[in-house]
Antibody, heavy 122, light 106 residues
Framework: QVTLRESGPALVKPTQTLTLTCTFS??????????VSWIRQPPGKALEWLAR???????YYSTSLKTRLTISKDTSKNQVVLTMTNMDPVDTATYYC??????????????WGQGTLVTVSS | DIQMTQSPSSLSASVGDRVTITCQAS??????LNWYQQKPGKAPKLLIY???NLETGVPSRFSGSGSGTDFTFTISSLQPEDIATYYC????????FGQGTKLEIK
């Protein structure tokens, strides 16, 4: 059974760095072809993909946010960590981590965590 | 980045109605398109991948079609539990989603 759970601060101040942890079970990020992504959703708005990390430690980032994002993994702990620097109130959102499965043609987000709401306010 | 345009942004229909949502990509993405359902306060759930393949366990009243730049998502007979927001998403990195279609019961 695949599960993912996001954890991190519920409130951060402007200019601070956000660190979120995705702890997962039911699969291994050392397995060839496995990937995990972070996706966020501001209140009442659409989904926005942020970053992806692969089993071989390849990393990919959102075009608009790549200067602020770092994704990493700890395979032994079954964790993926996302850091986002210089937080701003517009970054207030629910942050999700999701496993990515190869569909035969490309990757899909097949399992999602329940999300964690991060509010940016002084 | 590939832009995804969904329409309508909201939709009100009656139980039993046939419901259709469209999604247009800013460039050719072949059939590499997914559809997700998001119920209020919940994470998105994958319904359809490769434009028309139903994810395991998803009811057959859900279907998808299209290729290239134009795609359609259909619920053949709307059920009360289908109330949600639906998103399309294209396959290419960086991944992008449509703006969502909020489906309500009339």
């Amino acid at each position: 059974q695949v599960t993912l759970r996001e954890s991190g601060p519920a409130l951060v101040k402007p200019t601070q760095t956000l660190t979120l942890t995705c702890t997962f079970s039911g699969f291994s990020l050392s397995t060839s072809g496995m990937c995990v992504s972070w996706i966020r959703q501001p209140p009442g708005k659409a989904l926005e993909w942020l970053a992806r990390i692969d089993w071989d430690d390849d990393k990919y980032y959102s075009t608009s946010l790549k200067t602020r994002l770092t994704i990493s993994k700890d395979t032994s702990k079954n964790q993926v960590v996302l850091t986002m620097t210089n937080m701003d109130p517009v970054d207030t959102a629910t942050y999700y981590c999701a496993r990515m499965r190869y569909s035969g043609s490309y990757y899909v987000f097949d399992y999602w965590g329940q999300g964690t709401l991060v509010t940016v306010s002084s | 980045d590939i832009q995804m345009t969904q329409s309508p942004s909201s939709l009100s229909a009656s139980v039993g109605d046939r419901v259709t949502i469209t999604c247009q990509a800013s460039q050719d993405i072949s059939n590499y398109l997914n559809w997700y359902q998001q119920k209020p306060g919940k994470a998105p759930k994958l319904l359809i991948y490769d434009a028309s393949n139903l994810e395991t366990g998803v009811p057959s009243r859900f279907s998808g079609s299209g290729s290239g730049t134009d795609f359609t998502f259909t619920i053949s007979s709307l059920q009360p539990e289908d109330i949600a927001t639906y998103y399309c998403q294209q396959y290419d990195n960086p991944y992008t989603f449509g703006q969502g279609t909020k489906l309500e019961i009339k």
